[in-house]
């Protein structure tokens, strides 16, 4: 209808200037919020014996994944040389993925507050076993708790008032919320958590943007409101 307005003559005969399309980022919206009880505490930081536990967690689940993909991969002896630090990762990492012949590419969005970082494409079995040697070789100490059982409520909460019906609202399609408890106790393998991935208009950094500030996720609104619990 837009364009056909746009392109009807005058009675004059002469071609009316077509009226200015609407910004698609003026059509993002929010919803009211609710009041949400207050933000839990997390559990107290991991001790060394516990961080090193979650490590060696991780570099099995990572080892899993490249089984998932070549079932009968040789996994190898592989010594850990220490954690990264936020100075050094892409230094280390990218010496290893180099010296193992990975095709290296460093990324940075520009448009996030998450902090640049290295990628590497694997696309034979050597490669993505030398890919999981290097993350095994090196990797971030994690001192962080995985959320608690509060916490977990409180974003399921967050989500299945605010969130998903923000994104809703934005004409997002939210498959249904298991029940709560489920969803705490299945974490983090629920395979339920709303997100626009899926909707191609907001592969746009400006739609994206706009969204975020509109129906902010679980982990910006306790940035921001975390200090206010």
């Known amino acids: 209808m837009l364009l056909l ?85 892409n230094e280390v990492l990218g010496a290893c993925y180099e010296a193992a012949g990975l095709p290296v590419a460093q990324s940075t969005p520009a448009d996030t507050d998450r902090s640049s970082g290295l990628n590497y494409s694997a696309s034979t079995e050597a490669e993505l076993i030398a890919g999981w040697a290097c993350n095994a070789a090196h990797t971030t100490k994690t001192t962080t708790p995985p959320p608690n059982d509060a916490e977990l409520g409180w974003v399921y909460d967050y989500l299945t008032t605010f969130y998903a019906p923000c994104l809703e609202a934005n004409g997002i399609t939210v498959e249904p919320a298991p029940e ?17 991935a899926a909707d191609q208009r907001f592969l746009d950094r400006e739609m994206d943007a706009a969204l975020h500030k509109a129906c902010p996720d679980p982990d910006t609104y306790q940035l921001n409101h975390r200090d206010q619990s």
Do not use: M
């Open 180 to 196: 709560r408890d489920t969803w705490i106790e299945r974490w983090p393998g629920s395979g339920w958590f709303p997100s626009p």
């Open 5 to 89: 307005a746009g392109c009807a003559a005058s009675p004059a005969g002469a071609d009316e200037p077509s009226a200015p399309a609407s910004d698609p980022v003026d059509a993002i919206v929010s919803i009211p919020v609710p009041e949400f009880a207050p933000i839990p505490a997390p559990d107290p930081p991991l001790t060394e014996a516990e961080s090193e536990a979650e490590r060696l967690g991780q570099v099995e689940l990572k080892w899993q994944g490249v089984l998932a993909q070549y079932p009968d991969a040789v996994r190898p002896d592989i010594a850990f040389e220490g954690y990264l630090t936020d100075e050094n990762q």
